[in-house]
């Protein structure tokens, strides 16, 4: 469903745990490894692992952000996880903890709904076809779907530059910063929960080193 998909897009952003369970390797896999283009220009940067062994299930009760498949929803697995997101790949179900909405969540999901229909396909026929078999409308719906979301990531820091204060050091090099408060404070009141939480992020922060590098050269 679109609504997981964006619980799962917003957990990756902030850098939350997640844990696939299907027990099909492939599907499982694939399902793991699709997150990734779906958060870029941003990049991942914990621990990414398609299967996870049986013999390292107790990393699951590690404190830090990851992405995992396991094949069997056990109550060993479940006791582990008290914080992450369970998504149960064969009944399509998503156990999400509270989570800041995304920013303009609802003009998101509009713009998503149409490619995640042809996507997802209809009827009985739809749900039997192999994973991996695509046809040409979904192949075409798989980029559109992957585009709107890296139009809406690029839109979230548009206005960065506005917010980045450089200084001259006294050997002349340049240093620049980004004005955390000031970047929050020009997003709606209802945005910037999420937004609170997002800036600090690895992966926000090493996105932003790159942008500052840039502009210092600039």
């Not at 995992?68 to 060993?76: P, R």
């Not at 009141?189 to 609170?196: G, H, Q, V």
């Amino acid at each position: 469903g679109l609504e997981h998909v964006l619980t799962l897009f917003a957990g990756a952003l902030l850098e939350k745990q997640i844990v696939f369970v299907c027990s099909n390797l492939g599907i499982l896999s694939a399902s793991v490894l699709s997150l990734i283009p779906l958060i870029r220009p941003y990049q991942w940067q914990s621990l990414l692992m398609p299967v996870l062994p049986n013999d390292m299930l107790d990393f699951l009760e590690a404190p830090v952000p990851y992405i995992v498949g396991v094949q069997n929803k056990t109550s060993e697995v479940q006791s582990k996880l008290t914080n992450a997101i369970l998504v149960d790949v064969s009944n399509n179900e998503v156990r999400s903890p509270s989570l800041p909405q995304l920013p303009k969540q609802e003009e998101l999901l509009s713009s998503l709904a149409p490619y995640h229909s042809k996507l997802v396909g209809e009827g009985h026929s739809a749900r039997k076809r192999p994973i991996s078999e695509c046809t040409d409308e979904q192949a075409e719906a798989a980029k559109g779907f992957t585009e709107v979301l890296r139009s809406y990531l690029d839109s979230l820091c548009s206005n960065l530059h506005s917010h980045i204060a450089t200084s001259v050091q006294s050997n002349d090099d340049k240093v620049s910063q980004l004005s955390n408060e000031s970047f929050i404070d020009s997003f709606p009141s209802c945005d910037r929960p999420f937004m609170e939480v997002f800036i600090n992020t690895q992966m926000f922060s090493v996105h932003t080193d790159l942008v500052l590098s840039v502009n210092q050269k600039d």
